[in-house]
Nanobody
Framework: DVQLVESGGGSALAGGSVRLSCAAS????????MSWARQAPGKGLEYVTA???????YYPDSVKGRFSISRENAKSTVYLQMSSLKAEDTALYYC???????WGQGTQVTVS
């Protein structure tokens, strides 16, 4: 079965850093484009970043220069390093494989 399991969320101070991890299983992880998305309270889903199978990454302006995505194919894990956190980064963060249509359960990040 396909599984995406996020970890590493929690509380952080504005200006601080948090690193999220997503452990994948049940599919050929190294071949797939992986993404992070987030949903803030009362808001819709927002694309955060993505990384392709070759390691190329993509960021919207809202997180560019502050967030960094990486992957470790040997561990079937994708990471999201978040720095210079802002209160508006508070959200439930999801690991997503759009290609195969799977999401993780989400991990909460709260910035105060």
């Amino acid at each position: 079965d396909v599984q995406l399991v996020e970890s590493g969320g929690g509380s952080a101070l504005a200006g601080g850093s948090v690193r999220l991890s997503c452990a994948a299983s049940g599919f050929s992880f190294s071949s797939y484009y992986m993404s992070w998305a987030r949903q803030a309270p009362g808001k819709g889903l927002e694309y955060v970043t993505a990384i392709d199978s070759g390691g190329g990454s993509y960021y919207p302006d809202s997180v560019k220069g502050r967030f960094s995505i990486s992957r470790e194919n040997a561990k079937s894990t994708v990471y999201l390093q978040m720095s210079s956190l802002k209160a508006e980064d508070t959200a439930l963060y999801y690991c997503v494989s759009w290609t195969i249509g799977y999401w993780g359960q989400g991990t909460q990040v709260t910035v105060s």
